[in-house]
């Protein structure tokens, strides 16, 4: 049947058939990409080859060819036209005002700006992204950075505070992922850490300290890691800016870092492995205890990559789930990095980075002691930190506690079944693996990226995936809202009667992913990416 209940061609939600026309679907294909390419490229064969360039429409390319100019960016009808939706609305300060505005007409108008891009996640209908969602505890922990929101961390003296935080909120981490049992492999090892912006950081911190271990007791000085291609890109952005070669091996059919071609892949100059826990685009869990194993019979370090599942795993192995081992209980995992800003439920922007020893951690500190200003030390790549950050995710981790963490996991484990069961019942869509919390649907029989299309129609803001096609719906509390998870399915089913009979053959929020079936493709996708971020700075 039709999403209108009759049987024939689907025409699809209202508006979608009008979108045909160019350059109004081109411009929303567009604008779907910064969102939407997130995701690490999963090398896997697809159902079908992607799309090459020369495939896409004559005009599609030279939409995304001007893209990259700065004419296109900033005139009327751009592709990034829906970056700047203030731009006629409100005042724009090119240059600081003349005289202050008064703060009560400066918080007006910042509160009618964040009511409305509140209402995109409100519903729960978007993935990932927002992962408490509480009024009251927003407000909560808006109060507590308040308090702390001018202390400098990288000033001990006058904020001690900032010590005793940061220690509670390492320790806490460290005993939640089991912290304790690297004594029981090697009894002078205990866990440590440290606090960072996020998770890239996190990540970015763990790679340094790698390199300059491989350097400082292997003399290694062409460094490599060794990681599946479902690795978070912040490991790419590692190798880049660390002069280390990444090494990303092809995972196999069921979406899981390939043991044996990770083990193959060592050589001399590897430093570490990598795995996550789980992976962005899937949701699932590598095999980190075979790759423990290696790291071990190798003197590797092994890092766990648990940014997005790291503080949710925990509590859905508590629940009864089956949940592999990921971490310190694994004799070979060195270090992990864990997100306090995803399911720890704080406010963006901290990160927790864990690893086994106190020496392996002082391999990514920086120190100058010849400096005419003084004696100069960071922990981090940061210098001044925000105390206000850090005493709020503090009390976010104990204003929860383990009884909030665990009725948290229960409510969104309930309904990341509910879509799973009902996901089973559409014999067009298959879930990659066997995922918890962040389920990637995907399809041989029609166009993913139309089912997704159709989704947009409705509301929804799923996280498109490539290489293979697909999309994921990554579940967070504002999805345990009464009746979301069922309305999801509800929208999905009839997203596939739609996508079977599209009103057009290219998928609005594919067409630019088929760019990265070829090697000039993706050179104008960096171009069109590059010229994105521009854009984000442009009055």
């Given at each position: 049947?039709?999403?209108?209940?009759?049987?024939?061609?689907?025409?699809?939600p209202?508006?979608?058939?009008?979108?045909?026309?160019?350059?109004?679907?081109?411009?929303?294909?567009?604008?779907?990409?910064?969102?939407?390419?997130?995701?690490?490229?999963?090398?896997?064969?697809?159902?079908?080859?992607?799309?090459?360039?020369?495939?896409?429409?004559?005009?599609?390319?030279?939409?995304?060819?001007?893209?990259?100019?700065?004419?296109?960016?900033?005139?009327?009808?751009?592709?990034?036209?829906?970056?700047?939706?203030?731009?006629?609305?409100?005042?724009?300060?090119?240059?600081?005002?003349?005289?202050?505005?008064?703060?009560e007409?400066?918080?007006?108008?910042?509160?009618?700006?964040?009511?409305?891009?509140?209402?995109?996640?409100?519903?729960?209908?978007?993935?990932?992204?927002?992962?408490?969602?509480?009024?009251?505890?927003?407000?909560?922990?808006?109060?507590?950075?308040?308090?702390f929101?001018?202390?400098?961390?990288?000033?001990?003296?006058?904020?001690?505070?900032?010590?005793?935080?940061?220690?509670?909120?390492?320790?806490?981490?460290?005993?939640?992922?089991?912290?304790?049992?690297?004594?029981?492999?090697?009894?002078?090892?205990?866990?440590c850490?440290?606090?960072?912006?996020?998770?890239?950081?996190?990540?970015?911190?763990?790679?340094?300290?790698?390199?300059?271990?491989?350097?400082?007791?292997?003399?290694?000085?062409?460094?490599?890691?060794?990681?599946?291609?479902?690795?978070?890109?912040?490991?790419?952005?590692?190798?880049?800016?660390?002069g280390?070669?990444?090494?990303?091996?092809?995972?196999?059919k069921?979406?899981?870092?390939?043991?044996?071609?990770?083990?193959?892949?060592?050589?001399?100059?590897?430093?570490?492995?990598?795995?996550?826990?789980?992976?962005?685009?899937?949701?699932?869990?590598?095999?980190?205890e075979?790759?423990s194993?290696?790291?071990?019979?190798?003197?590797?370090?092994?890092?766990?990559?648990?940014?997005?599942?790291?503080?949710?795993?925990?509590?859905?192995?508590?629940l009864?789930?089956?949940?592999?081992?990921?971490?310190?209980?694994?004799?070979?995992?060195?270090?992990?990095?864990?997100?306090?800003?995803?399911?720890?439920?704080?406010?963006?922007?901290?990160?927790?980075?864990?690893?086994?020893n106190?020496?392996?951690?002082?391999?990514?500190?920086?120190?100058?002691?010849?400096?005419?200003?003084?004696?100069?030390?960071?922990?981090?790549?940061?210098?001044?930190?925000?105390?206000?950050?850090?005493?709020?995710?503090?009390?976010?981790?104990?204003?929860?506690?383990?009884?909030?963490?665990?009725?948290?996991?229960?409510?969104?484990?309930?309904?990341?079944?509910?879509?799973?069961?009902?996901?089973?019942?559409?014999?067009?869509?298959?879930?990659?693996?066997?995922?918890?919390?962040?389920i990637?649907?995907?399809?041989?029989?029609v166009?993913?990226y139309?089912?997704?299309?159709?989704?947009?129609?409705?509301?929804?803001?799923?996280?498109?995936?490539?290489?293979?096609?697909?999309?994921?719906?990554?579940?967070?509390?504002?999805q345990?809202?009464?009746?979301?998870?069922?309305?999801?399915?509800?929208?999905?089913?009839e997203?596939?009667?739609?996508a079977?009979?599209?009103?057009?053959?290219?998928?609005?929020?594919?067409?630019?992913?088929?760019?990265?079936?070829?090697?000039?493709?993706?050179?104008?996708l960096?171009?069109?990416?590059?010229?994105?971020?521009?854009?984000?700075?442009?009055?």
């Open positions: 049947m039709s999403p209108g209940g009759r049987a024939g061609k689907s025409q699809g209202k508006g979608l058939r009008a979108r045909r026309k160019e350059p109004q679907g081109l411009r929303q294909a567009l604008r779907a990409v910064p969102g939407r390419l997130q995701g690490p490229q999963a090398y896997l064969q697809s159902p079908k080859p992607p799309v090459t360039q020369r495939e896409l429409h004559p005009r599609l390319q030279r939409r995304i060819v001007m893209a990259s100019t700065k004419e296109e960016t900033k005139s009327s009808g751009s592709i990034f036209d829906s970056m700047y939706p203030y731009r006629n609305r409100l005042e724009t300060h090119a240059v600081l005002p003349p005289k202050g505005r008064s703060r007409e400066i918080l007006q108008e910042l509160e009618t700006i964040i009511k409305e891009e509140d209402k995109k996640w409100e519903s729960g209908r978007s993935s990932g992204t927002t992962y408490h969602g509480g009024r009251e505890h927003y407000g909560f922990l808006n109060r507590v950075f308040g308090l929101s001018h202390v400098n961390l990288l000033q001990r003296d006058l904020w001690p505070s900032g010590t005793k935080f940061e220690a509670e909120i390492v320790s806490m981490t460290a005993h939640m992922l089991h912290g304790e049992c690297v004594k029981e492999h090697s009894p002078q090892d205990e866990v850490g440290v606090v960072t912006s996020g998770g890239s950081e996190s990540i970015l911190m763990a790679m340094l300290a790698y390199r300059e271990r491989g350097r400082a007791e292997k003399g290694i000085t062409a460094p490599e890691m060794i990681a599946p291609v479902t690795i978070h890109p912040a490991f790419s952005k590692g190798a880049h800016y660390f280390i070669r990444l090494i990303r091996v092809p995972v196999g069921d979406f899981l870092a390939d043991v044996e071609a990770i083990r193959s892949s060592i050589t001399g100059n590897t430093v570490a492995l990598a795995a996550s826990a789980g992976n962005y685009p899937h949701g699932l869990i590598d095999p980190i075979e790759l194993e290696i790291a071990l019979r190798h003197d590797l370090g092994f890092h766990v990559d648990g940014c997005l599942g790291g503080f949710l795993l925990p509590w859905i192995e508590k009864g789930y089956d949940v592999p081992p990921f971490d310190f209980r694994l004799p070979g995992v060195t270090s992990i990095s864990c997100d306090t800003h995803k399911y720890g439920y704080a406010l963006k922007g901290t990160s927790v980075l864990l690893y086994r106190k020496r392996l951690r002082r391999y990514q500190y920086f120190c100058q002691t010849d400096w005419p200003g003084g004696l100069y030390a960071s922990p981090t790549a940061a210098g001044s930190r925000s105390g206000g950050l850090t005493a709020a995710t503090w009390a976010a981790m104990v204003a929860m506690g383990e009884e909030g963490y665990l009725e948290a996991a229960r409510a969104i484990m309930k309904a990341a079944d509910t879509i799973k069961r009902g996901v089973a019942t559409i014999p067009e869509i298959r879930i990659a693996g066997n995922p918890t919390f962040c990637a649907l995907m399809s041989d029989v166009d993913i139309h089912v997704n299309d159709f989704l947009a129609s409705r509301g929804w803001r799923l996280n498109g995936l490539q290489l293979p096609a697909g999309e994921h719906l990554c579940v967070t509390l504002p345990t809202q009464p009746g979301v998870a069922e309305k999801f399915v509800e929208d999905l089913r997203a596939v009667e739609y079977k009979n599209p009103p057009q053959p290219q998928a609005f929020s594919g067409a630019v992913y088929g760019l990265s079936g070829s090697v000039s493709g993706q050179a104008t960096q171009e069109l990416l590059y010229s994105w971020l521009d854009a984000s700075y442009e009055l």
